[in-house]
């Protein structure tokens, strides 16, 4: 597992030179670059752009992990529903450009006020994120599903989602949301998406509320390998959020590596 960045919130205000530099000085492997933040990784670049920031990233010390969009696929409108689709393909088109390896997509809730059944949204959602896959998979891209929105976080629902999809491409970026904890534990709600977890999104590892040590324990258990990427708050002492990051993340790959010599 390699320990990474999401641009939001903490580096939301900073160009791709401070991004690197702040990444490689507290390290931390890699970044997901989040769509409408300062460094301006946006689908508008020219194609002289997109290969500026290939550069950056590919002869730099940082990888790129990701992108991260805000497109969601759960609208009532069928405009809107394709104007997100093809705005996805986009993304992912400007990822293969940029040397990224996937990108976030996600859902914001359901339609349930307006008198929509569950399940069809969720089949409208897994529907629109199969289309994507598909297309971002001829790119070599992946299409990362992040665990969100108002009832759309609930792992159960991400997995009627996916199996909507229904495409091997449709992954998931893991998010670490409080109602994942039942009784304590995450281990439930997890194995429900373990197959398809392609990034995950760590809270404050010191957080109580959420096991972030199970966390880990579970991924390495399957075998990840992929990116776990600090997702915190901005803060006037960026540095030093990022040390004491860094700091847990090792302490607890210390003890999970005392677990196994056991």
Not at 27 to 43: I, K, S, W, Y
Not at 204 to 212: E, F, G, M, N, T
Request: net charge negative; glycine share 8%.
């Amino acid at each position: 597992m390699k320990l990474g960045l999401v641009t939001y919130n903490l580096a939301k205000d900073w160009d791709l030179d401070k991004i690197v530099e702040m990444c490689e000085g507290h390290g931390f492997a890699g970044v997901e670059l989040r769509t409408t933040h300062a460094h301006g990784v946006e689908l508008d670049l020219t194609d002289a752009q997109r290969r500026e920031v290939r550069r950056k990233f590919e002869e730099g010390p940082v990888e790129l992990a990701g992108l991260g969009s805000a497109f969601e696929y759960h609208m009532t409108d069928p405009d809107e529903v394709r104007r997100n689709i093809e705005g996805t393909k986009r993304y992912a088109q400007l990822a293969a450009d940029v040397g990224a390896p996937g990108v976030k997509v996600r859902p914001n809730g359901l339609n349930l006020d307006e008198g929509v059944p569950e399940e069809t949204t969720l089949r409208q959602i897994g529907l629109a994120l199969g289309e994507c896959a598909e297309h971002a998979a001829a790119l070599g891209i992946e299409v990362r599903l992040e665990v969100h929105g108002p009832l759309t976080s609930e792992p159960a629902r991400i997995r009627k989602i996916l199996d909507h999809a229904n495409h091997p491409n449709a992954l998931v970026c893991w998010n670490c949301n409080a109602g994942e904890v039942v009784d304590g534990s995450i281990r439930g709600n997890f194995e429900l998406l373990a197959d398809r977890i392609a990034l995950v999104h760590m809270r404050d590892l010191c957080a109580a509320a959420y096991p972030s040590l199970e966390l880990l324990r579970l991924l390495r258990e399957r075998g990840y390998e992929g990116y776990c990427l600090a997702e915190v708050p901005e803060s006037d002492q960026p540095g030093r959020i990022m040390d004491y990051s860094r700091s847990l993340w090792d302490a607890y790959h210390r003890i999970l590596d005392l677990e196994a010599a056991c």
